[in-house]
């Protein structure tokens, strides 16, 4: 079946420092699924963060970023300056023909001033 | 535009207790599925249907757990006699594309 796994259950960053949340993928499809990133802000429901559904393309939203790479079947999502807005739970998730989500277990991102 | 909405927030059981959780998806959205989150983990796929048919109950367990979505609008999930590995918070989401919307979900505590 379709797995994702996230390596960093728990990252620490201070302000204005970058940020990278590792997220590699398996798929039993022979085609290339749809990618994505979700967010959990303390006290709200889960939403999408950003999609991409072409390999080789990369996603951008509210300053993260994250290319899809067929080659190393990973997803990773970085930002160059974090704020301590950005503090939440991060998944990783793969659409394999709209048949649902496979999401990794997430990564939950405290950054301090 | 209303979000997907669940009822109820919270709910606390003990073993061998009945339960029913309740969402209503966003209007025009012809997916709804039912997602289990237990603690640090990620969501993981129970059900899944278009319109009103069942498309995916693969990893839904069977003897203890039934979704139906009747008319193809909202939707009822119920545990017929918990478990303390039920505990977890269960998501409800709906879509027209790719793009999933997801409920606050319902936090469940089974004792």
Do not use: M
Not at chain 1, 39 to 56: D, N
Request: contains cysteine; aromatic residues 12%; charged residues 15%.
């Amino acid at each position: 079946g379709d797995s994702v796994t996230q390596t960093e259950g728990q990252v620490t960053v201070s302000e204005s420092k970058s940020l990278i949340i590792n997220c590699t993928y398996s798929t039993t499809s022979i085609a290339y699924p749809n990618l994505f990133w979700y967010v959990r802000y303390p006290g709200e429901g889960l939403q999408l963060l950003l999609k991409v559904i072409t390999a080789g393309q990369k996603g951008s939203s509210r300053g993260f970023e994250a290319t899809y790479n067929k080659e190393t079947t990973s997803f990773h999502l970085q930002k160059a300056s974090v704020q301590e807005s950005d503090s939440a739970v991060y998944y990783c998730a793969l659409d394999n023909y709209a048949q649902g989500l496979t999401f990794g277990l997430g990564t939950r991102v405290s950054v301090f001033p | 535009e209303a979000g997907v909405t669940q009822s109820p927030r919270y709910a606390v059981l003990q073993e061998g207790q009945a339960v029913s959780f309740w969402c209503d998806p966003i209007s025009g959205h012809d997916t709804l599925y039912w997602y289990q989150q237990p603690r640090d983990q990620g969501p993981q796929l129970l059900v899944y249907f278009r319109d009103e048919a069942v498309i995916d109950n693969s990893q839904l367990p069977s003897d203890r757990f039934s979704a139906v979505r009747p008319k193809g609008t909202n939707s009822t999930l119920k545990i017929q006699s918990a478990k303390q590995g039920d505990t977890a918070t269960y998501l409800c989401a709906s879509s027209t594309g790719d793009t999933l919307y997801f409920g606050s979900g319902t936090r469940l505590t089974v004792l």
